[in-house]
Nanobody, 127 residues
Framework: HEQLVQSGGGLVQPGGSLRLSCAAS????????IGWFRQAPGKEREAVSC????????WYADSVKGRFRISRDIPGNTAYLQMNNLKPEDTAVYYC????????????????????WGQGTQVSVSS
């Protein structure tokens, strides 16, 4: 079973908003950094945004800066992605990913580094 459980997503018109949530299925899961990655049809999975659980340091892809905002709820080991001013090019399956403390000191939000994944959720932006 996936160790990260996602919720949110759906269909929205351009300019609309959606919120994604991602929670660790077990409180004991070692989460140092958590975030979202997306994969559009025919494309590789790419990093969208990540946040470090302890100090809240964030990283955003240039394509979403100023439109998306990531946050976390430390006690619940949960992260949220608020997506505003959505564009058709944001359409993709969004996956939650996380890494443990072994990733300390490494660059943020590297797709191949993720140790845990969520089940994925479709985000579609269309008029």
């Amino acid at each position: 079973h996936e160790q990260l459980v996602q919720s949110g997503g759906g269909l929205v018109q351009p300019g609309g908003s959606l919120r994604l949530s991602c929670a660790a299925s077990e409180r004991s899961l070692d989460v140092y950094e958590i975030g979202w990655f997306r994969q559009a049809p025919g494309k590789e999975r790419e990093a969208v945004s990540c946040i470090r659980r302890r100090d809240g340091t964030t990283w955003y892809a240039d394509s979403v800066k100023g439109r998306f905002r990531i946050s976390r709820d430390i006690p619940g080991n949960t992260a949220y992605l608020q997506m505003n001013n959505l564009k058709p090019e944001d359409t993709a399956v969004y996956y939650c990913g996380a890494v443990g403390r072994r990733n300390m000191g490494q660059p943020m939000c590297i797709t191949d580094d993720q140790e845990y994944w969520g089940q994925g959720t479709q985000v579609s932006v269309s008029s």
